[in-house]
């Protein structure tokens, strides 16, 4: 059946530039989160949506960081002017909705190296 | 400030054996905790989860206990497999303050798990 998928599977960028990074959740799958997982650490909220609002964006470590979703499925994160400290795997999941005792499907993750 | 604890970053356990994962919390709001397993390169995938006001869930070779008093979950194995060789994260979720129906999930840091066979 259909997962969780990501895109791009491994992105390399030059320090400054801006990445978009693409999430498309299971279908009917009302809530969708974004985390990061930085080497040797685990895994850090970033922003959560229900449908297409994000009633949680507290994770977003900075106002390089902004996320959308769209029609209530596909979401795209954006980095903008990389840092090397943005490098990570950054790993969306999605859920039937966002109650608490709904287990996310993670995605496969999309591997961000800003040399 | 780590909500969710993972102390140990690695365990070796021989099949057959038990392996006994543990996770430290210090928010007495959280009402749910779950259990991820991840092999490398993918993503975690759910495992077990028990509520607040459980204080064990069973499921096949897998049991989870919470002890609230001491803020502690622990993940049993039995018996190990090989296969169970992996990264366990412990997750806890609470409601966001002042939303609805928004909640919130914190990770931990992870337990490499390796089954000697």
């Known amino acids: 059946g259909a997962g969780v998928s990501q895109s791009p599977s491994n992105k390399v960028t030059e320090k400054g530039k801006d990445v978009e990074l693409r999430c498309d959740p299971i279908s009917g799958h009302t809530a969708l989160y974004w985390y990061r997982q930085s080497l040797g650490q685990g895994l850090e909220f970033l922003i959560y949506?229900?449908?297409?609002?994000?009633?949680?964006k507290s994770g977003l470590p900075s106002d390089r960081f902004s996320a959308e979703r769209t029609g209530g499925s596909v979401s795209t994160l954006t980095i903008q002017r990389t840092q090397q400290e943005d490098s990570a795997v950054y790993l969306c999941?999605?859920?039937?909705?966002?109650?608490?005792?709904?287990?996310?499907?993670f995605g496969p993750g999309t591997r961000l190296t800003v040399t | 400030d780590q909500q969710v604890k993972q102390n140990s970053p690695s365990l070796s356990v021989q099949e057959g054996r038990i392996s006994i994962l543990n996770c430290d919390y210090t928010?007495?709001?959280?009402?749910?905790f779950l259990w991820y397993k991840k092999y490398p390169a993918e993503g975690p995938t759910f495992l077990i989860s028990?509520?607040?006001?459980?204080d064990k869930n069973e499921d096949g070779r897998f049991t989870v206990f919470l002890n609230k008093s001491a803020k502690h979950l622990s993940l049993h194995i039995v018996p190990s497999q090989p296969g169970d060789s992996a990264v366990y994260f412990c997750a806890a979720s609470a409601a966001v303050i002042g939303t609805s129906g928004t909640y919130k999930y914190i990770f931990g840091t992870g337990t490499r798990l390796k089954v000697l066979a």
């Open positions: 928010n007495s709001m959280f009402d749910y």
């Open positions: 949506f229900q449908g297409n609002s994000a009633p949680d």
């Open positions: 028990i509520s607040s006001i459980k």
């Open positions: 999941a999605s859920s039937l909705t966002g109650g608490s005792r709904y287990e996310q499907y």
